[in-house]
């Protein structure tokens, strides 16, 4: 498994994250409309091969994980997909409390840290959410994430075959991730984490499935959609809701000299 609600070498975000992301990008096409930002940088340099990778990995998901998740709905009853979709979690959770520190938030880490130790003992693997009830709520974080916050670049749009979507600046979090759960350590021959990672891909792909459909209604070019909701809440967990005080990659350009303020508007 890659990382927290990420398995073997499929990578995905989780349900919430997803619901979350495309709020994000309808909200954000609502406030555009009442803008004037001429000349958007270039955020997408590798698009023809980014587009490529995309069909690639649609086609996967329409053929192989959608049947397959459809199945894993049909066959398994509700509360044991809810303790299973738990459990997984909780296994690339370590990923989390590390980026924590790294970024300095040394209460959160403390509670993330905490978060897993419970869950994983009296939660039983993870199959129990017995941390939220003590007051240790689920944080979500990233490698990405803290080097954005450290100040670097995201580098450009990169659709990753099976991984799908990334910049450049969140490739670094496939190792970190990977080598912060538990089973890469106690299973070095593969013979459980394949097995894990596949369950894993196919309950995410069950819990995100509503997310999946309004995509591809919603969307004249669910490609664009995912990329510019994706690259938006990246931004946002890096920035954590607030205006970045120097423009980003991914800021839109102005262009004309600024409007001085007349006499008539200025504050007497």
């Known amino acids: 498994m890659i990382e927290r609600n990420r398995a073997g070498f499929f990578r995905r975000l ?36 980014n587009r490529f990778f995309y069909k690639i990995n649609d086609e996967l998901d329409r053929h192989v ?7 894993y709905n049909k066959i398994i009853p509700q ?25 300095g938030k040394w209460g959160q880490g403390l509670s993330d ?7 994983s003992t009296v939660g039983i693997a993870g199959i129990f959410d017995v941390a939220t009830r003590w ?30 979507p990334y910049t450049l600046r969140d490739v670094p979090n496939i190792g970190t991730a990977l080598v912060t759960n538990p089973i890469f350590w106690i299973d070095p ?31 004249l070019d669910p490609y664009v959609f995912t990329r510019d909701a994706y690259i938006q809440y990246r ?10 005080a120097e423009p980003g990659l991914y800021d839109e350009e102005e262009t004309g000299p600024a409007t001085e303020p007349t006499p008539t508007t200025q504050r007497r």
């Open 235 to 244: 931004e946002g967990q890096i920035h954590e809701g607030k205006r970045p």
């Open 189 to 219: 021959g593969c013979a459980v984490t394949v097995p894990l990672g596949v369950t894993s891909v196919i309950d995410a792909r069950s819990r995100s499935d509503f997310m999946f459909r309004f995509r591809s209604q919603a969307a």
């Open 65 to 71: 994980l959608k049947p397959a998740a459809d199945a």
């Open 135 to 164: 007051g240790m709520p689920e944080h979500y974080t990233t490698a990405g994430v803290t080097l954005g916050k450290w100040g670097v670049g995201p580098g450009p749009y990169l659709v990753l075959p099976l991984l799908g």
């Open 14 to 49: 989780p349900a919430w994250a997803i619901f979350g992301v495309f709020i994000l990008a309808l909200g954000s096409g609502c406030s555009s409309s009442n803008q004037q930002h001429p000349r958007p940088r270039n955020i997408d340099p590798l698009e023809k091969v």
């Open 113 to 119: 840290t905490g978060r897993f130790a419970v869950n």
């Open 79 to 103: 509360p044991i997909r809810t303790g299973l979709g738990n459990a997984f979690d909780n296994l690339g959770y370590l990923n989390v409390p590390l980026n924590d520190f790294l970024q």
